[in-house]
């Protein structure tokens, strides 16, 4: 599926259901460099797959941006555990995704530490925190935002735009 004068790229899913959503996105061009784009990075929310959030199917370091659609748990809520275990780059939203995200994941990470220290008190070794308030503030930091219909350039002649797509407040269609 190589070209030598074109680029192409792949997509690969990490669940069948709705909830985790993470579509990783890789751009391969033509002098055999790759960039790596991640669609959303939600929480599992049903319980049967919960130990899916202590999980990343792909190399975390491999990964150079991420895009949001939404602020929905189901898709943001694992971006501060991606910080925790060490993605730096940035994280492009529109301006209320943002916002809305800081509420969304700050919430669920006092859940997380409340559940936490709740289980000390009845076991010696409970499982930390998924991620804690710190990891909310410096995912927060990475966020770079933009209002719907700018054209980003996120690396050389690669283009993203969100586009209103009416699914709530915030969401966009991300063109790519």
Known sequence: MSSKNNFYFTLQGFHKEV?????????????????????DSGLFQETKYEDLNRTL??????????????????????????????????????????????ELLQNSAKTYETEYQKELKVTRHPEPPLYTSDDVETTI?????????DEIEIFDN???????????????CVFL
């Open 19 to 39: 909830t985790g959503s993470c579509i990783l996105c890789t751009i391969h061009f033509p002098n055999n460099t790759e960039r790596h784009i991640l669609v």
């Open 57 to 102: 199917d792909f190399n975390i370091n491999n990964i150079d941006a991420i895009v949001l659609t939404h602020p929905h748990i189901d898709h943001i809520g694992k971006l501060p555990y991606l910080v925790k275990e060490g993605y730096n780059g940035p994280i492009y939203c529109t301006t209320l995704t943002r916002k809305v995200s800081n």
């Open 158 to 172: 690669v283009f993203i735009t969100f586009c209103d797509n009416g699914h709530l407040l915030s969401a966009s």
């Open 141 to 149: 930091s990475l966020m770079k935002v933009y209002d719907y219909n």
